[in-house]
């Protein structure tokens, strides 16, 4: 007797392999029975007949740390088959936090999420996620960028013997808590503050203790190529395994650096480095406004930076070094929109260069302005890459595939905005635009980068494959029809094609529909 039996469908195990015609049997939370299940009873069954029957997919760059405490549905993830995300990426994570970032957070959070931060340490922080249920499986990574801002504050310079101790300290703890690796985001602040040696020895500390290293590394456009270089160095130097953060090659002066940036990874893994990457399937960046504006803005934090952005000498020495930066990198303030503006509503979706012929100024202008009314609480989308070059990352056999997002949902508060649309596609779009319309692989090539590569990564030894004794993590999907729906300027909106997602024995999607259930895991 099972409890649950999909009948009939395509088996996409998870390695690569071809297709087969199967049943899949699940009991309790894990997978019991592939084959010939025709005699069998369970108290639930389902007709797969022409559907593809799947391991869940792993979204293995996501920042749902700062969504789920506040949305543990994970709507708009669980929605594409992700039955795991990997969260806590580009050096910043929800945890550990001082009292003041905690203060901080609370402050700054969406007012649609009802949930305080109550949390301080990383142990803290999972306990939360663990009592009150996520939709999906977690790994948490701890930010350098967070370890880094709770012991040095923000400021610009190196680490004391003493500071860089705590901070080893705190990734030890974390660790010890359950985070799964370090990752870093050095193009933000305080992270890019740091010098490669201040990665290392955290590293190392991760390493010890059996962690991966993420890296939103220093650099995705002029300084590609070096920033690239210095992820491998950490991983050669701190003996942890590497994974390149969303590549890309941003601005037009640099699509040609995509090719020499994967021969250089190649060219580690040939050494004998364990060195990956993920991408998103879209030519479009998401990050804060402020990450426009240069380091030095940013050091004391948001406060002060708006301060300098209000002194008229320091808005003139801006101009001056930023001049024509952004149509140097080939983008175009035509190309830059607001995504999320909390404060101000009616400038999400409009692009900076129409938002500042509204207001009679430059863009540049604007962008100090929006800054200083919003206190640095903005978000914008970036049309920065190729997408020729998004299609060869994609093709590599050791990419695998990440949302970039934090997740939303199409009703109700969490809908809000104009977000990325990789919040809701990002998996679909793979199997329905790349896989079958494109040809760029099969389907069950684009499957095994969603499963069972980042459960390697990561590993999972019972997760990204569908096979008997594997945790029932499993997605049912339509080939012929699954497809993303989300577009920049109609974000909200859930993908065709994806009918039953199955989370550790317990169904979370039901023919499209999210059950409400929350049977997810902190692994």
Sequence with gaps: MYDLIFRNGLVIDGSGAAAFRADVGVRGSQIAAVGDLSQAEAAQVVDASGLMVAPGFIDMHSHGDFMLPFLPTADSKVQQGITLEVVGNCGSSMAPLSPAMAAEVNQEKDSRAGQEVTWETFGEFLDTLRRQGTALNVVALVGHGTVREKVMGMTDAAPTPEQLAAMQDEVRAAMQAGARGLSTGLIYTPNVYAKTDEIVALARTAA?????????????????????????????????????????????RNWDKMALVIEKIQKAREEGLNVNADMYPYPASNTGLSSLIPDWAHVGGREAMVARLQDPALRAQLRAELHDEVNANGVGWDRIFISDCPSNPRLEGRHLGEIAAERGVHPWEAVFDILIETRCVADMIMFTMQEENVALGLQQPWVMIGT??????????????????????????????????????????????????????????????????????????????????????QPHQYPQGIRWVVVNGQVVVKDGQHTGALPGQIL
């Design 208 to 252: 010890e203790m059996g962690g991966i290293y993420t890296s939103h590394v220093r650099g995705e456009g002029n300084s590609l190529l070096e920033a690239v270089d210095e992820a491998i160095q950490v991983g050669r130097e701190a003996g942890i395994s590497v994974e390149v953060s969303h590549l890309k090659a941003s601005g037009v």
């Design 404 to 489: 970039d997002a934090s997740g939303r949902a199409a009703e109700g508060p969490f809908s809000a905005g104009k977000p990325h649309p990789r919040n809701y596609g990002s998996f679909p779009r793979v199997l329905g635009y790349y896989a079958r319309q494109q040809e760029l692989f099969s389907v069950e090539e684009a499957v095994r980068k969603m499963t069972s590569l980042p459960a390697s990564k990561l590993g999972l030894t019972q997760r990204g494959y569908l096979r008997p004794g594997c945790y029932a993590d499993m997605v049912v999907f339509d080939a012929q029809a699954v497809i993303d729906r989300s577009t920049f300027q």
